[in-house]
């Protein structure tokens, strides 16, 4: 069995905000299931004092003095939640989000045709915690048109991306200042709204974690049976292929990959809420770590390389930059689009959530438990 990775490489916008095309790879590697033997997951939670865009910043353990809802955290606070940064929203006026940078140019956005795909809300029956606001995500393979001058036959992506200007003073596009065996703790939440239909025509990606241009090592998909029937292990012959799927790739070893099978799948109407760790390294490094939950459930933790060599730049390997959003890779082709049509799927839409980002250098409480404090608000004990 293999891993046909349709999407083995991706694009998206310049630091000019200019459209990157897409080049597909095929993984070709055989794929080993995960254990996702599940566990109960519960801490308490901790008052960090630091939440709003003013938290971002290069040196990570400290706050930004002067920053939108960012002070210093007291002396008293655990020392292993400090440099969290929260982005909820409330720094955007209600309404589509415009231009290719946004949140003080922490974040980017990387859309198709659609410059209405990423839109900022405060309904209450869309928001996860009281007090914020939430990012909508919505693609039309059909509308707007593509132009003549693309290859691909739909509208496919609806992300955000993390933009590192505030590191170097310049906006730099998909190069994260993350070095290798830096730690995150990153929790985002994804709301499917009552119509929401995944269907059985392609997988479609909720958060991807790239390096560079190149092959995202990291990816969180809804798997579906169309696309690979027979993978992992015949699952999704029967059709039930629609849970939520971690997705890991090992360049070293050919781009073979592994996944985490979830079991839980994305039901309309529900909020969901993720947590990523990492400590992020190469194959060769050995000191790298992947855990992945859902609902406070663990799905998947491994040893082991999660970020490979940057193709821009092959001898700076770092940490992969996250994407958050949609992708739905197939409905490049007009076959896959029809596809979709036929089933009912004229459109996929998502709504987001606070996202927090605790991030650690190489020996700043690396290991220390950051579960709690990333869980969202209320979802903690």
């Not at 629609?242 to 099978?261: K, N, S, T, W």
Request: aromatic share 10%; proline share 7%.
């Amino acid at each position: 069995m293999s891993c046909d990775a349709d999407e083995a490489r991706e694009g998206g916008l310049d630091a000019a905000g200019a459209d990157v095309s897409d080049v597909a790879e095929d993984s070709g590697g055989d794929v080993a299931p995960q254990d996702a033997a599940a566990q109960d997951v519960s801490d308490t939670a901790v008052d960090t004092g630091c939440e709003g865009d003013g938290c971002a910043q290069a040196d990570v353990s400290d706050c930004v003095d002067g920053g939108p809802g960012c002070e210093e955290p007291d002396a008293s606070d655990p020392p292993d939640c400090r440099g969290l940064r929260v982005y909820d929203w409330t720094d955007l006026d209600d309404g589509v989000i415009e231009g290719s940078y946004f949140s003080d140019h922490h974040w980017g956005t990387n859309i198709e045709h659609d410059p209405e795909s990423i839109s900022v809300v405060s309904a209450e029956d869309r928001l996860r915690e009281p007090g914020t606001k939430s990012l909508r995500f919505y693609i039309d393979p059909r509308n707007p048109s593509p132009p003549d001058s693309t290859s691909h036959a739909g509208n496919l992506r609806a992300e955000i991306y993390e933009s590192y200007e505030f590191h170097t003073g310049d906006t730099v596009s998909w190069a994260p200042d993350k070095p290798l065996k830096s730690e995150e703790w990153i929790s985002w939440s994804y709301y499917y709204p009552p119509d929401f239909v995944a269907g059985d025509t392609a997988s479609t990606k909720f958060m991807q974690a790239h390096v560079g241009h190149g092959a995202a090592p990291l990816d969180l998909r809804v798997w579906n049976p169309r696309e690979y029937p027979d993978y992992p292990q015949g699952r999704c012959a029967g059709g039930d292929c629609d849970e939520f799927v971690l997705h890991r790739l090992f360049p070293d070893d050919g781009m073979d990959g592994e996944v985490a099978i979830t079991d839980v799948k994305p039901e309309a109407g529900q909020w969901y809420d993720f947590v990523l760790h990492t400590v992020w390294d190469t194959e060769s490094g050995g000191e790298g770590l992947t855990e992945f939950w859902i609902n406070g459930q663990k799905y998947y933790s491994s040893a082991g390389g999660n970020t490979f060599e940057n193709p821009e730049n092959k001898d700076h390997p770092y940490g992969a930059m996250l994407k958050l959003g949609m992708y739905h890779g197939t409905w490049r082709y007009e076959d896959d689009i029809q596809r979709s049509l036929d089933e009912g799927v004229d459109h996929l839409e998502v709504f987001m959530g606070p996202v927090r980002i605790l991030s650690r250098l190489e020996g700043d409480h690396i290991g220390a438990d950051g579960l709690h404090c990333v869980t969202p608000q209320t979802a903690r004990p």
